[in-house]
């Protein structure tokens, strides 16, 4: 029942059942309509209302389309003696820089209803060291049609080169020549470093390249290089590092004391290690895995995080993310793999 309250008003909230609209075919509108009269038009198959001048129809607004940006980050590479190279990094909010220190990319516009598929590279595999066998590469991650590639592996032993990636790994160890380190890829990241040539007594591999950064060679026969840095972003609300290169490792010491292992980058990449193996990546930041002899490290693993106005945020999604907010914004950081319904 319809309830009258104060005012003359009815308080149709109190009520759970449907209202009745008028209705008839438009050869039976009121003779004499009044400005607010609402009915619905049979002919039609509409719902009209009399302007004070006119019969209009009530037009459904289908919601729009919306922006929404993101932060796509791949696995990050796995080590041998070479360090692994960061994942790729694909960055649209607020202008900040993007993989490559290239410029900030476009939003992407989605359409409400669709679902859009989010992927999570992992980190890819430790390498044997100083055996033959070098680190494996990270996987890709991806939010629609956004892809970033996983961190290139670091090189082992023979001369084993450091592979391409979002970021490249850095070269292996020697016994003679230069072991090449793996090169990034545009707008995602940088190339590892070489071995720098260096040899005995302690066979200095290349470090990750980062999305910041160029990873370094080996300094000389005792010093391996340092992980290119990664990049800091705000886009959860908080300024944070991700997607470092993986430190340079070397072989058993032989001056105990004097070796010194590269620095994994900021942003995650893991510390390189001198006669055992190398340090992890961070898991979810892409960073690179440090390098090492005795075994290399593995890489972290990828993240995906989107963000959009509050008001346009369907709450449909699966891979259960991580839902935060940031004044008017909403934040969703995916950890595994899953979609989201615009």
Do not use: C
């Not at 719902?47 to 993101?70: A, F, H, L, R």
């Not at 545009?186 to 980062?210: I, K, L, M, R, W």
């Not at 886009?235 to 010194?260: E, H, K, M, Q, V």
């Not at 930041?285 to 959009?308: F, Q």
């Amino acid at each position: 029942m319809l309830t009258k309250v104060t005012n003359d008003l009815l308080a149709l909230g109190e009520s759970t059942e449907a209202l009745g609209l008028p209705k008839g075919t438009t050869a039976q509108r009121p003779l004499s309509p009044v400005q607010g009269m609402t009915r619905q038009n049979t002919d039609d198959n509409v719902i009209e209302y009399y302007d004070g001048t006119e019969w209009k129809q009530v037009s459904y607004i289908p919601q729009q389309p919306y922006s929404v940006d993101y932060l796509v980050i791949a696995g990050g590479g796995g080590s041998g003696q070479g360090a692994g190279g960061a994942g790729g990094y694909r960055n649209s909010y607020n202008n900040e820089t993007s993989g490559g220190n290239s410029p900030s990319e476009t939003s992407l516009i989605l359409t409400p209803g669709d679902s859009y598929s989010v992927t999570i590279g992992s980190g890819g595999t430790a390498g044997s060291g100083n055996g033959t066998v070098p680190g494996g590469p990270g996987g890709s991650s991806s939010f629609s049609t956004i892809i970033s590639l996983g961190g290139g592996n670091g090189g082992s032993g023979d001369q084993v080169n450091g592979a391409d990636g979002g970021s490249g790994g850095g070269g292996g160890q020697v016994g003679s020549g230069v072991s090449i380190a793996g090169s990034g890829t545009a707008g995602q990241g940088f190339s590892g470093g070489n071995n720098g040539g260096y040899h005995a007594p302690s066979y200095p591999g290349g470090a990750g390249g980062g999305a910041s950064q160029i990873g370094g060679s080996g300094i000389s026969s005792t010093q391996a290089g340092n992980g290119g840095a990664g990049l800091a972003s705000a886009i959860t609300g908080t300024s944070i590092f991700r997607a470092g290169g993986g430190g340079g490792g070397l072989n058993s010491p032989n001056s105990p004391g004097n070796d010194t292992a590269g620095l994994g980058g900021a942003g995650g990449g893991g510390n390189g290690a001198v006669g055992v193996g190398g340090e992890n990546g961070a898991a979810n930041t892409g960073g690179g895995a440090g390098g090492g002899n005795e075994g290399g490290g593995v890489g972290g693993s990828g993240v995906v995080i989107l963000r959009m106005p509050t008001s346009r945020y369907s709450g449909t999604t699966t891979g259960t993310p991580t839902v935060t907010t940031d004044g008017t914004d909403t934040i969703l950081t995916y950890t595994s793999s899953g979609t989201y319904t615009a």
